[in-house]
């Protein structure tokens, strides 16, 4: 089973098709923990929240991967990872704890860019093209500083849809043949 995380900043449909690739591919995903814990206690975040977040993310990945154990899926999609709450540490606190890089990684990422329009929901912080800029670089920066493989997905809605399906059917394709190691980013 390969892991694939969807990365990047805000609004920018990593929830939306990672649920869309759910159903369109039969694996397990992991929502977006940080979104979960927003809501309970609000967006007025300290570093400890961002370490809990983390956690409860990375615990919910555990999970998930006992639970599909049996099914034996090719992928598990994630809604994001420690990786991504590295980014909001330095955006928002201009630091990057040790602990939130030592949280096993995803054999690939899908880093989305912030070019497409940012919607406001109550738990979004950074709606300003300045702010989504500097969080999109920050956030693949992290992938970069974690030597992690990833994939770019940009474009429009239709775009990132045809994108993710070519990533993930390579990947789905590659766990069929047991050909590629995990880890191997694909060429699309």
Known sequence: MRTICFHGAESTGKSTLAQAMEVRFGCPW?????????ETRGTNLTM???????????????????????????????????????AWARILFGEVPDE????????????????????????????????????????????????VPFVDVSGDWAARERTVIEVLTAQVRADQAGTAQAGTAVTI
């Not at 956690?55 to 598990?76: C, F, M, N, W, Y």
């Open 100 to 147: 939130l890089l030592a949280y096993p990684q995803a054999d690939l990422y899908l880093s989305f860019a912030a070019d497409v329009p940012w919607i406001s929901d109550g738990t979004r912080f950074f709606g300003t093209d300045a702010t989504r800029e500097l969080f999109a670089a920050i956030a693949e920066d992290m992938l970069v500083r974690g030597r």
């Open 30 to 38: 992991v929502p977006e923990y940080g979104r979960e814990y927003c």
């Open 48 to 86: 400890d929240d961002l370490l809990a977040i983390a956690r409860g993310q990375d615990e919910a990945r555990k999970l998930a991967i006992q639970g599909a154990v049996a099914a034996s899926p090719a992928l598990l999609l994630l809604d994001t990872d420690p990786l991504m709450t590295a």
